[in-house]
């Protein structure tokens, strides 16, 4: 169970194990439906061996949603702190797609184009809204929903 999410400008990089990124696209929302899960999540992934949290940022969005042009900055780091007292760290980005030229990768059965991020049906419901907040906090966009 999710006790809590924590926002960091920065930590030692060897903990950040992860990245996630909220994309636009021609102001829409880019969401991702996973193949085996009827909700909706943002494109995000596990770091791999030698890879840097940028670098698989970069991956995970081309892979997940077939980005081709993009712009991407760093939003800083969050914090899942679980009741079992395991904490887990992800990169926390933004992404402007401008567009689209790969093919997505085999997990993701679609991808979908929101002009408002939803109001339930979230792949994280405990996580990913509050994200979206951090984000809208720290000024990601321009024209906040």
């Known amino acids: 169970m999710i006790k809590d999410v924590q ?9 950040v194990r992860f ?14 439906k996973h193949r085996k899960r009827t909700t909706l999540e943002v494109p995000g ?3 791999e061996p ?6 698989a940022a970069e991956r995970e969005l ?16 969050y914090c899942v702190v679980r009741d079992d007292r395991e904490e887990s760290f992800g990169g926390l980005y933004f992404a402007e797609i401008t567009s689209f030229a790969e093919k997505v990768h085999s997990e993701i059965a679609e991808i979908l ?5 939803p109001e339930d049906n979230w792949t994280y419901p405990e996580i990913q809204p509050k994200l979206l907040e951090e984000a809208r906090r720290r000024g990601a966009w321009t024209n906040p929903v």
């Open 62 to 77: 081309r892979e997940e949603t077939g980005a081709g042009d993009f712009t991407l900055r760093s939003l800083g780091v």
């Open 19 to 32: 990245a996630v990124i909220l994309a636009r696209f021609e102001g829409k929302w880019v969401f991702c």
């Open 50 to 55: 030698g890879e840097s949290v940028e670098e």
């Open 45 to 47: 992934g596990h770091r």
């Open 113 to 117: 184009l929101l002009e408002e991020p």
């Open 7 to 15: 926002f960091y400008d920065a930590i030692d990089d060897e903990k």
